[in-house]
């Protein structure tokens, strides 16, 4: 089956752009989540969907991120007034929902951003 | 001390020669234990998990579990220099986010 798509792939913005990155999680998942990670760096966690549950943002660096999941489904992670430094790949990830976090987590290509 | 910690590397190893990589955490707690694979510009890739402790086998990868010694280690049997990326450990106990390491870089040389 497919599995969890991004788009853009690439993203070139100026600096104080907004920005709307995209997932579409595996079919049956329902739980999503937005990693970024800098280059030569761990993957840093972002924020976490699951089902109707209110999200886990606890990861979100700044007011400047917000992320939101329709109809449980597809997610949108928007960056405004982008900085230099969210130049990063954010990735996106989609499990089924286990016993705390015990589903493996499947990546998307990520989305390679990069601000002018 | 870091919650997961790695070594980063470089390990290098001779195509056809076993790769062992390992993994501390320091959760007493964890329950779940994932090997992802990155290779150089890609998105992690799943390997494997294991949730018991002991050995789990798929083709040439082992995971090996230790909850009292708080590691988790992967081998990699006939390495080839496809295998040749970045290992990421992640960790996670009931409830909790997972906890990613930093990962190890690996080289199969031909």
């Known amino acids: 089956g497919a599995g969890v798509s991004q788009s853009p792939s690439n993203k070139v913005t100026e600096k104080g752009k907004d920005v709307e990155l995209r997932c579409d999680p595996i079919?049956?998942?329902?739980?999503l989540y937005w990693y970024r990670q800098s280059l030569g760096q761990g993957l840093e966690f972002l924020i976490y969907?699951?089902?109707?549950?209110?999200?886990?943002k606890s990861g979100l660096p700044s007011d400047r991120f917000s992320a939101e999941r329709t109809g449980g489904s597809v997610s949108t992670l928007t960056i405004q007034r982008t900085q230099q430094e969210d130049s990063a790949v954010y990735l996106c990830?989609?499990?089924?929902?286990?016993?705390?976090?015990?589903?493996?987590?499947?990546f998307g290509d990520g989305t390679r951003l990069s601000i002018l | 001390q870091k919650e997961v910690e790695q070594n980063s590397g470089p390990l290098s190893v001779p195509e056809g020669a076993i790769a062992s990589l390992n993994c501390t955490y320091s959760?007493?707690?964890?329950?779940?234990f994932f090997w992802y694979r990155q290779y150089s510009g890609k998105s992690p890739e799943l390997i494997m998990f294991?949730?018991s402790n002991g050995d789990k086998e798929d083709g040439r990868f082992t995971a090996q579990l230790n909850k009292a010694s708080q590691y988790v280690s992967l081998l990699i049997r006939d390495s080839q220099p496809s295998d040749s990326a970045t290992y990421l450990c992640?960790?996670?106990?009931?409830?909790?986010?997972?906890?990613w390491g930093l990962g190890t870089s690996l080289g199969v040389n031909p």
């Open positions: 992640a960790v996670a106990g009931n409830n909790r986010k997972l906890i």
């Open positions: 990830a989609s499990s089924l929902v286990g016993t705390g976090f015990n589903q493996p987590q499947h």
């Open positions: 294991i949730y």
């Open positions: 969907f699951q089902g109707n549950s209110a999200p886990d």
């Open positions: 959760d007493r707690g964890s329950q779940s």
């Open positions: 079919s049956g998942h329902t739980a």
